[in-house]
DNA sequence: GCCCAGGTCTCCG
DNA sequence: CGGAGACCTGGG
C-alpha cells in the first residue's frame, strides 16, 4: 500500500496579469496536447518534476475566479515548482495586458477579444509531446487527433495511479522509437500515414544532441528553420510546435481558416499565399502573432465568421 | 460512396 | 517559388 502525499493551494486573480478562463483555454483545440481530464468537475493531468510525477487537480468556476489546486504524489511534493510550472502552461507568468493593449491599438482587432475572454495559451509541459501531437493533427480532425495522442499516452505513457484510477504522462522520445510502425503498433491508433512522420521526427531529435534547448536557445527565425528539417512538420505545424511548445510568441500558424481570416481582414477577401500571410504577420503583429492568431480562430468559429468565409473559398 | 478534417510531401512548369 | 494530386482514417 503506497500511502500519497497531498497539498493544495489556489492560485488567484491578482497572482497574474489579464483574464483566465480555464475551461476556454483548455478546450480551444491548441495542438500542444489533448484537453486535460474533466472528473468531478474538475481538471486532471500528471505534471513530471525531476524528483517525482504529481497529479493535479485544477477547478475554475468561471472566467477568472480562483484556481483551486490540489496534488498528490507519492513522494514529498514542492509546491512552489508545481505552482511555477502551471503558470507556465496557462501563459499565466505572461504579462497579457499587452495583447490588449495591441489588439485596442488595431482598428482591425478592435472586437476581437470579445469573443476571447480569459483564452490563453496552452502549452505543452514537454516541446515533444507537442511535437507528435502537432504532427498528428495535420490534415486531421482535432477529435481523431486528441484520441490518438490520448490512447498513446494510455499505452505507453508512465502512469500514476490514485483513487483506483490510472493518469498517464505523454512517453518520452526512447519508448516512443520502440512502438513499432506497423497496423498494429502505432498504427493501430488512428494515426495513418503520420506514424511514419513521427518516427522519423523522433530519431531526428534523439540524435541531436540536446535538441530541445537548442531550440529553445534560438531566435524565432533560426528556430523555425530548424524545426521544419522534421519529417511531417511544414509551416503550419512548425508554428504551432513553436508556439504551444516552445513558448515563442512571434509564430502565426497558417492554416486555411487563418488563411481566410486574414485575407478577409486586411486583404479586402482576397486570398493571399500562405507565405504571405506569414510575412504579414511578422511585420504587422510581431511578437503578438501569437495571440492574434489563437483569437482570430476562436473569434471567427464564435462570431460566426467561418460560415461567412466558408462560402466563398 | 463521397467529402472533409486547423497540411505535408512530391513532382512539375 | 506556386499549383496540383495523393494521402490514413473516422464521421457526416
Known amino acids: 500500500m503506497i500511502t500519497m502525499q497531498s497539498e493544495k493551494f489556489i492560485i488567484e486573480n491578482d ?5 483566465f478562463d480555464l475551461r476556454l483555454t483548455l478546450n480551444s483545440g491548441q495542438t500542444s496536447q489533448p484537453p486535460w481530464l474533466l472528473e468531478n468537475n474538475k481538471y486532471c493531468e500528471v505534471l513530471k518534476f525531476d524528483d517525482t510525477d504529481v497529479l493535479v487537480e485544477i477547478s475554475q468556476e468561471s472566467l477568472n475566479d480562483d484556481l483551486i489546486v490540489s496534488c498528490y504524489s507519492e513522494c514529498d511534493i514542492d ?3 508545481v505552482r511555477k510550472k502551471i503558470f507556465y502552461i496557462f501563459d499565466l507568468d505572461y504579462d497579457i495586458t499587452e495583447v490588449y493593449d495591441f489588439l485596442d491599438e488595431n482598428k482591425e482587432l478592435n472586437d476581437v477579444y470579445k469573443f476571447n475572454k480569459g483564452l490563453r495559451l496552452f502549452k505543452a509541459q514537454f516541446p515533444y509531446e507537442c511535437i507528435i501531437s502537432s504532427i498528428c493533427s495535420a490534415n486531421n480532425s482535432i477529435k481523431r487527433w486528441t484520441k490518438s495522442i490520448t490512447d498513446i499516452k494510455m499505452a505507453y505513457g508512465d502512469e500514476i495511479l490514485f483513487n483506483n484510477r490510472k493518469y498517464h504522462l505523454f512517453p518520452e522520445e526512447k519508448v516512443f522509437l520502440n512502438i513499432p510502425d506497423s497496423d498494429d503498433g502505432l498504427k493501430s491508433f488512428g494515426v495513418g500515414y503520420r506514424s511514419s512522420y513521427m518516427l522519423n521526427s523522433t530519431k531526428k531529435i534523439i540524435d ?3 535538441f530541445h534547448n537548442k531550440i529553445n536557445k534560438c531566435s524565432y527565425s533560426e528556430a ?4 521544419i528539417e522534421l519529417d511531417g512538420v511544414g509551416p503550419k505545424v512548425a508554428d504551432c510546435i513553436l508556439l504551444y511548445g516552445y513558448n515563442k510568441h512571434e509564430a502565426y500558424p497558417v492554416d486555411v481558416w487563418i488563411n481566410r481570416i486574414t485575407s478577409y481582414i486586411y486583404f479586402k477577401g482576397q486570398k493571399q499565399t500562405n507565405k504571405k500571410i ?3 504577420a511578422q511585420d504587422k503583429f510581431g511578437e503578438y502573432s501569437g495571440y492574434v492568431q489563437l483569437y482570430l480562430f476562436n473569434y471567427a468559429r ?3 465568421l467561418t460560415e461567412k468565409l466558408k462560402s466563398k473559398k
Open 302 to 304: 464564435l462570431s460566426g
Open 15 to 19: 497572482d497574474y496579469f489579464g483574464d
Open 224 to 227: 523555425f528553420d530548424k524545426i
Open 79 to 81: 509546491v512552489e515548482n
Open 278 to 280: 506569414m510575412g504579414f
Open 208 to 210: 541531436e544532441v540536446d
